[in-house]
């Protein structure tokens, strides 16, 4: 059992608007988008249910089985993808992934990085360098990175940028298998991506509804 929910949620950045109140609950399994105009904060409030950022007002509040997971911890139990994710460029691809699976002491650290990137299409190109790869290579691997550890939360913040159309098809299958066992928000302006989910979250104050 899963649930999220934010209440009042808001963040404001100095000098420029932020992510404006919003109130939603989600529970799982299902796959949610969020959408709204650029600058709404649809990737502020991904980062703010990841427990990257801090709210400035409201708060938002993650259940997993009964229990309720603190901002500092949801990094354990969600996987988290943005065009913002770095990786080091002189690292192959697998070599990143393996580390970052060391680091969150997940078992197996090579199979299991091997496994996304099979996972994402991208076994082929594991032991190329990061700057070897292509923007849509470089997005599937944000992917995999967000698949490491099987967490039952996916936050994806535009999954679909700078991907062909298989590397598209490879975004809808993640969201369908993850939306049957867990729950997954997808921050979008893409209406093929708001066609992945059963509900959204329309920002600018028109709350939880269901597209039309």
């Not at 404006?20 to 529970?27: Q, S």
């Not at 990175?145 to 490879?170: Q, T």
């Not at 809808?172 to 921050?187: M, N, P």
Request: hydrophobic share 45%.
């Amino acid at each position: 059992m899963l649930t999220l929910e934010a209440q009042g949620l808001a963040h404001l950045y100095v000098g420029r608007r932020g992510l404006l109140p919003v109130d939603f609950a989600l529970r799982a399994p299902g796959a949610v988008a969020v959408i709204g105009p650029n600058g709404s904060g649809k990737s502020t409030l991904l980062r703010l249910l990841a427990g990257l950022l801090r709210p400035t007002a409201g708060r938002s509040v993650l259940t997993v089985s009964g229990h309720a997971v603190p901002a500092a911890e949801r990094r354990t139990v969600l996987g988290f993808a943005s065009p913002e994710l770095a990786f080091y460029d002189e690292l192959t691809g697998l070599e990143n992934l393996t580390f970052a699976a060391e680091a969150r002491r997940l078992g197996e650290p090579l199979a299991t990085a091997t496994a996304a990137l099979e996972r994402v299409g991208l076994a082929a190109r594991a032991r190329d360098r990061v700057t070897a790869l292509s923007s849509g290579m470089k997005q599937r691997l944000r992917l995999a990175f967000a698949l490491l550890a099987g967490s039952p939360l996916l936050l994806l913040d535009e999954p679909g940028s700078h991907l062909d159309e298989d590397g598209k098809r490879v975004v809808e299958r993640v969201v369908e298998e993850q939306g049957r066992r867990g729950l997954v928000v997808i921050a979008t302006n893409e209406p093929r991506e708001w066609g992945l989910a059963a509900e959204r979250i329309e920002l600018l104050g028109r709350g939880l509804g269901h597209p039309a």
